[in-house]
């Protein structure tokens, strides 16, 4: 699995996982089988109700055409950019520079898509440009920015939340326990990029914020990686117990 690397606001650098092509095809094919379910199901009722006789109004045509077009932008935008298939198999669509990709990046998207998988403009159109491309992005995400990442990840010790604590660990700081799973995550990344760049200033923002947050202050006889470090073991500490 391929990785392409984000920056943020404060110059930390996020490593993503690119979504494979496979993946993204698999998830196009759910997607289609979810709308052909939707589908059979609506003219299924609306043929025994006989509201309208199938396939004689043109006014009928056109609203039936709706949720197969809203589906993708709508979907992804409402959804934080996932569809029904996409967040089966764990992809997401994402902003290539970290921000939130609005209900316009997913309209370009999806537009740019009608004419990519249109077998006379160039077949495999979608496929070939992935191919090439390094981000793994067809020309709708060009346009819009954006690509598609898998958050499945191989996790280890190292890589999650979890830190090796002796057996007669004493925390310091109970109200670490305010943290959620994905808070102590984010600090432990912020944390590991930042002590990797020995930039001193995301630590001591890092600090600032964990204090704020939990209404903490670093002892004076606690360096900022100390600090953080602490934090991330009274965690683990405390979600074990």
Known sequence: MSEFTIQTAQNVKIEQNLAGIGQRLFAFFIDMFFLALFYYFLLLLLEKSGIVEIGKSW???????????????????????????????????????????????????????????????????????????????????IAAKTTVISEVKKTNLKQSIFEDIDKDYQALFKSVQKFSDKDIQLIKDVFREAKKRKNLQILQALTRKIEETIHVNKPDDFSHSQFIDRIIKDYNYYSRL
């Open 59 to 141: 006014a009928f045509v056109s609203v039936m055409s709706l949720p197969y077009f809203l589906y993708y932008p709508v979907l992804q935008y409402w959804n934080n950019g996932q569809t029904i298939g996409k967040q089966i198999l764990q992809l997401r669509v994402v902003k290539i520079d970290n921000t939130h990709p609005g209900l316009g990046d997913f309209l370009i998207r999806w537009v740019i898509r009608l004419f990519e998988v249109f077998p006379a403009v160039v077949p495999g159109l979608a496929l070939l440009v992935m191919v090439v491309n390094n981000k793994k992005q067809r020309l709708g995400d």
